[in-house]
Nanobody, 121 residues
């Protein structure tokens, strides 16, 4: 089994900063891309940022210039540094990874449990 454990969420004032972490553990053999998604109340889950296995990154337009995704392959961990937070960033943030549990298994998506970020105005 593969587990993703997120940390770093909480309540912050507008303009503030937070850093999310997500560590993959268990029977994970290899990780390809790593992702951060978010879901605000009444809205669909949206992709916030992605980082590929070679370090290439992509961001939603709404967070470009304010969020930065990074990864530590030795720790199977992905991070999301967030600055200049806005009330509209309020959501549950989920990490996910595209990984495989053995050399011969298919890649599949694994998900964390989500962490709440609330940005007050």
């Amino acid at each position: 089994q593969v587990q993703l454990v997120e940390s770093g969420g909480g309540l912050v004032q507008a303009g503030g900063s937070l850093r999310l972490s997500c560590a993959a553990s268990g029977s994970i053999f290899s990780i390809n891309s790593m992702y951060w998604y978010r879901q605000a109340p009444g809205k669909q889950r949206e992709l916030v940022a992605v980082i590929s296995s070679n370090g290439n990154t992509n961001y939603a337009d709404s967070v470009k210039g304010r969020f930065a995704i990074s990864r530590d392959n030795a720790k199977n961990t992905v991070y999301l540094q967030m600055i200049s937070l806005k009330p509209e960033d309020t959501a549950v943030y989920y990490c996910s990874v595209l990984g495989q549990e053995s050399r011969t298994s298919y890649y599949k998506m694994y998900w964390g449990q989500g962490t709440q970020i609330t940005v007050s105005s």
